[in-house]
Structures are given as C-alpha cells and as structure tokens.
C-alpha cells in the first residue's frame, strides 16, 4: 500500500520531482548508542539503494572518538559495491578528513558549518570565522580534484543556548560557505524549531543574495512535528532536494534537544499523494526501516512506518 493507492492529488507550484538526499547512515545512525557492525551497516545502504536512492550519505571522517558509531568509514566504503548513477557523498571536517577521502576514491563531500556561534564551538570547538577558514582549503582542494561538496549549515532557524537566529545572519554565513565554491547547501533546522513562514522568509532572503534556489536542500527534524509542513512550504519556494532519513533516525550528539530527523518514509507518503516523482519504493523503505529497528533493538519513529509494517 502506498499514498498513491488513494489517489495523487497535485498542487499547483511545486515541482514534477524531488531527489531525497538519504541521510540515515551518516546523520541518522551518528546518535545511535547502539554501534551497528560494519556488514549491518553495508547491508543498509545496500537496501536503501535497492529502494531506489540516488545520493545515500554514507558515513563520516570525523575523529572516532567524537562519532564512535562512524568509527569505520573506511572498512564501509570498502564493503560498498558501487552502482551506477548512485552518489555516496561522506562528511569531511578538515583536510586530514579530505586526505582519507581522496584515498578512497570518494567523489562527493560535505562540510558542516553552524549558523550560531556557540553550537560553532561547541561543535567544531571554532568561532564561526576560524572554521570557514578551516573549510576553505577542504572546499578548493575538493573542488580542484572535481568533488562535488555540500554545504551544511546548522543552527538555522533556532539554537538551544542563543534562542531565535536572524535570518539575516544565517544568509550572511551561508554566502560565505557558497563562496568558498560549495555546489550545495543544506539548510538544518538542527532543534525542530521552524515553521512554515520562517522557512519562506529564509527561502527568499537567500535568493535575494544570489545564492540560487536550484541549489538549496533543506534538513528538518521533526521536534514540533512540523518537518512536513517546512518541507512543503520549501517546495512551494522551488526547492527540489530534501534530506530524509530511514525511519526517522537521528538527532545531534552535540545538541540534546535534537530530536529525529524527517523519516523518509513519511516524506515519501506526502511526496506520493502530491504526484511528485522520487524513484523510491515506499515499501522497500518501510522493510528496511523495520529491519533496521530490529537491529538497533527499538522501534522506528515514523508514523509512516508504523501505519504499513504490518
């Protein structure tokens, strides 16, 4: 069963496709207590292929000891079998982290930025200023070697310790981060504190500042449960690349009131009843997300995965 079993009914002004940047080994799996083994973790992204994802974020070259469950990168990657048209673009925190990268023959990095200053340093343990000028040789070395790179950018919309960020501020750090040469840029909404206007009020001072909507994604946690109705206000704006992850997993080790990640499975059921195409299988998903709940030993929070397990 899917969205579509009870009819497509589109809206007027979004777009005819939307590519999901699947998140969940890398940003869903980082806040997991539970380190999955590396042949589990393979197996995840096989099956998220095998559901039709294009762009799987695979894992990360931070320092283990600050990410324990992303341990063991390489010997992932090195377990992938590589499919045609399939990106697996790796998170890279410094040029140590961009040497590992092009060793493995990775062709597709993202670096993480923060809007606010103290999710900055307690993060990356950097002011705003002092990591985008760690980013840029990362940016232009990647850039020179012709990798695509993503931009993330967290802290967006709210931050725990600095309350309401400015939309003025987060478009100030983000034209610095796109000018570093950045192909991408993810916009997180890293506490779950957006809504709708916010998210169009963002939408629009970015493009205002020449950073075109072509290449904005967005990444919503569904704190308020309000990550489809940002998602789809994002839409309406022309985005057309949403970050989603596997059953909703996730959160942010460095932010305790980070919640889940929007689960692609209930990203997949409002995409479906809008007629917009993805290439993914919403009952493949809904089999790998069980599965995975399985092996993390608890259930998945998606609303959309608890409706169709059964």
Known sequence: MSAATYGETPLAGLPEAVTICEVGPRDGLQNESTVLPVGVKAEFVARLVDAGHTVVETTSFVHPEWVPQLADAEALLGALTPAEGVRHPVLVPNERGLDRALDLG?????????????????????????????????????????????????????????????????????????????????????????????VVALLDALVAAGVPVERVAVHFHDTY??????????????????????????????????????????????????????????????????????????????????????
């Open 106 to 198: 990775v062709r597709d990095i993202a670096v993480f930025g923060s809007a606010t200053e103290t999710f900055a340093k307690r993060n990356l343990n950097r002011t705003v200023a002092v990591s985008l000028e760690m980013f840029a040789p990362v940016v232009g070395r990647a850039r020179e070697a012709g990798l695509a790179v993503r931009a993330y950018l967290s802290m967006c919309f709210g931050d725990p310790w600095e309350g309401e960020v400015p939309v003025a501020r987060v478009v100030d750090v983000a034209t610095r981060m796109m000018a570093l040469g950045c192909t991408e840029l993810s916009l997180g909404d890293t506490i779950g504190v957006a809504t709708p206007g916010r």
């Open 225 to 310: 449960g309000q990550a489809l109705a940002n998602t789809l206000a994002a839409l309406h704006r022309g985005v057309t690349t949403v970050d989603a992850s596997a059953g909703g997993l996730g959160g942010c080790p460095y932010a305790g009131s980070a919640t889940g990640n929007l689960a692609t499975e209930d990203l997949l059921w409002q995409l479906e009843g809008l007629g917009i195409r993805t290439g993914v299988d919403l009952r493949k998903m809904v089999d790998t997300s069980v599965w995975l709940a399985k092996e993390l030993g608890r259930p998945s929070p998606s609303r959309t995965v608890a409706a169709l397990a059964g």
